[in-house]
């Protein structure tokens, strides 16, 4: 910032000297302000009156010059400096756009795996509260799985999933299918852990939560790897290593001028080009693969819209799980049977007094107002990023254009230097970008490759192929809906489940939700009003999910708003 700050105060002082032809300079008075003001080097160093230049390698002159062997090496060292200030300067608004985007989306993730499991754990805290001291190691393991998931740990859905469900059916077992005044004994409680995929107590929907899980997380997880990896692209290209005969021009472009005295001289249009696209020749092989990988990003974003968005599954977890319990409830005599025959009859130990150790009013600090229509859902601040991100695909296949004619080269009409005088005009051929496009190139000879661009390439390469993965299966289908309770929500009713998978017709509806985002990135106070519903039996009886066990119209309801008004008191 300071080289910034005086390199424009130079300007300002000198602002009033016109730029003459090359030849010998009249003094050397304006090189020495110019290097004091850059803090280049010892002001002694530089000649008070111009001199024969016998030993410079790259400002070579006829003439006598202001400038000697040292000022070269340090004008050298400052050209450098100066493109890799101004190539960050370019890239800086794109990185903030990527880094700001991707800790937001981050915080997101880790707010809605915070809400969820508030949500599953004030499920069994007003519906199961006999089963919730229980329960609540398992939902905390669960949710803490899925932060290590979409944050890159190397960890299976499928096998987290099944873990969940196999540590939930002792709790449910003890209390729903075969209460009894003791609880089981451990070594029982760890047969029915190893039992429970074998009696499936919960139906299908162990399985559905697997699908439901890796199509959600999944690419939830590689969209923030490939935000991570965009941080990583500009920052490599940011500190590009610059070859020997790229910084010979650099210097022959910007300082061999301040030799001749010609310290304002700007660069042609055509030379600027030629020498900053040989320099940027490897940089721009990045271009096609940039270019891929935003099209790929905005691609994935468009496929995590809809029913299996990470936003709806997450939020629609403890439903899921109400669905597994009635599940259970509704086939418990079938499933007693079938435990006598694996496990046998049930081992007790004396019961442990029952306690909710989910403190509501305490976990939900910071969550603020929840929304179901808000303006910016996850899915809205996706596109928008996307929206701006596009803006930048072409980013590196024009960034010698947009260097040399937003920072670097003369304006069109005004005389200019081509690395040699100050002219009207430049008259070599200017090549193209890229590396195969520099043969020929007048100003920079470039040979090869460089290693740290082609591994960025690969990179690159690597992160399209998982945005583009045909891993990602296809979303399940959702074929009935219907209208909640005053219509203000929207029930989604699995049509996947039928009878032959244990299902009894069971499925109390996932509520369509919608989280909204606030500056904070928190959402807000959760609303269980779908907690508590209603299941009909194959016999047509009703079932509450409240862990009471089967009971009268009346009396749920009775039941039910007294809790509702418990719950409201809770949460006021």
């Given at each position: 910032m300071a080289g910034k700050g005086l390199g424009l105060a130079v300007l300002l002082l000198l602002a009033a000297t016109a730029a003459r032809g090359a030849g010998e300079p009249r003094g050397c008075e304006a090189v020495r302000k110019v290097f004091?003001?850059?803090?280049?080097?010892?002001?002694?160093?530089?000649?008070?009156?111009?001199?024969?230049?016998?030993?410079?390698?790259?400002?070579?002159?006829?003439?006598?010059?202001?400038?000697?062997?040292?000022?070269?090496?340090?004008?050298?060292?400052?050209?450098?400096?100066?493109?890799?200030?101004?190539?960050?300067?370019?890239?800086?608004?794109?990185?903030?756009?990527?880094?700001?985007?991707?800790?937001?989306?981050?915080?997101?993730?880790?707010?809605?795996?915070?809400?969820?499991?508030?949500?599953?754990?004030?499920?069994?805290?007003?519906?199961?509260?006999?089963?919730a001291a229980e329960a609540a190691t398992g939902i905390q393991e669960f949710f803490t799985d899925v932060g290590l998931f979409i944050f890159g740990t190397d960890i299976s859905t499928e096998e987290f999933v099944n873990r969940f469900f196999d540590n939930l059916f002792p709790v449910v077992y003890n209390h729903i299918i075969n209460p009894g005044q003791t609880d089981v004994s451990l070594?029982?409680?760890?047969?029915?852990?190893?039992?429970?995929?074998?009696?499936?107590p919960f139906g299908n929907i162990p399985k559905k939560v697997i699908g439901q899980m890796g199509r959600s997380l999944l690419p939830s997880r590689t969209f923030l790897q490939a935000l991570n990896l965009g941080i990583e692209v500009i920052n490599t290209t940011d500190h590009l290593h610059f070859s020997k005969d790229c910084s010979r021009a650099l210097l022959r472009m910007q300082y061999c001028p301040h030799c001749q005295g010609l310290t304002l001289s700007k660069p042609c249009m055509g030379y600027c080009l030629n020498v900053i696209r040989g320099c940027l020749a490897y940089m721009a092989e990045v271009d096609l693969h940039w270019q891929a990988y935003i099209q790929s990003l905005e691609e994935l974003s468009s496929a995590m819209r809809g029913t299996y968005d990470i936003e709806h599954v997450l939020l629609n977890f403890h439903s899921v799980v109400n669905d597994a319990l009635i599940q259970a409830r509704v086939h418990g005599p079938e499933l007693s049977e079938q435990v006598n025959k694996v496990c046998g009859p049930p081992v007790r130990k004396?019961?442990?007094?029952?306690?909710?150790?989910?403190?509501?009013?305490?976990?939900?600090?910071?969550?603020?107002?929840?929304?179901?229509?808000?303006?910016?859902?996850?899915?809205?601040?996706?596109?928008?990023f996307i929206s701006h991100l596009r803006l930048y695909r072409a980013f590196y296949g024009g960034l010698a254009d947009q260097l040399c004619g937003n920072e670097l080269a003369a304006a069109d009409g005004l005389p200019c230097w081509n690395g040699e005088d100050v002219v009207r005009s430049y008259t070599l051929r200017v090549v193209g970008s890229g590396i195969k496009a520099q043969f020929g190139n007048p100003e920079v000879k470039v040979k090869g490759t460089?290693?740290?661009?082609?591994?960025?390439?690969?990179?690159?390469?690597?992160?399209?192929?998982?945005?583009?993965?045909?891993?990602?299966?296809?979303?399940?289908?959702?074929?009935?809906?219907?209208t909640g309770s005053g219509g203000s929500v929207d029930e989604e009713i699995s049509g996947d489940c039928d009878d032959e998978d244990g299902c009894g017709g069971s499925g109390i509806g996932e509520v369509?939700?919608?989280?909204?985002?606030?500056?904070?990135g928190v959402p807000d106070k959760m609303n269980l009003s779908d907690v508590k519903q209603i299941h009909q039996t194959n016999d047509g009886s009703t079932l509450d999910t409240t862990g009471i066990g089967s009971t009268t119209m009346a009396d749920y309801m009775t039941f039910m708003l007294m809790s509702l008004v418990t719950l409201f008191l809770s949460l006021w």
């Open positions: 004091q003001l850059r803090q280049l080097g010892p002001l002694r160093g530089v000649p008070d009156s111009p001199r024969a230049g016998v030993d410079l390698q790259v400002c070579t002159s006829k003439n006598p010059t202001c400038c000697n062997k040292k000022m070269e090496e340090r004008y050298q060292t400052a050209a450098k400096q100066d493109i890799q200030q101004v190539l960050q300067t370019s890239s800086a608004t794109l990185k903030f756009l990527i880094s700001r985007n991707a800790a937001a989306f981050q915080e997101t993730f880790e707010t809605l795996i915070r809400l969820a499991e508030n949500y599953t754990s004030t499920l069994f805290c007003n519906a199961y509260r006999n089963m070594e029982y409680a760890e047969c029915l852990r190893m039992a429970r995929r074998d009696i499936r004396p019961a442990q007094s029952p306690s909710c150790s989910f403190d509501q009013n305490k976990d939900n600090e910071g969550l603020k107002m929840f929304s179901r229509d808000s303006e910016e859902t996850l899915a809205n601040r996706r596109k928008e460089d290693p740290v661009i082609n591994q960025i390439i690969d990179k690159l390469k690597h992160i399209i192929q998982l945005l583009q993965s045909k891993s990602f299966p296809k979303y399940y289908n959702w074929d009935l809906r219907q369509k939700r919608v989280m909204k985002i606030t500056d904070s």
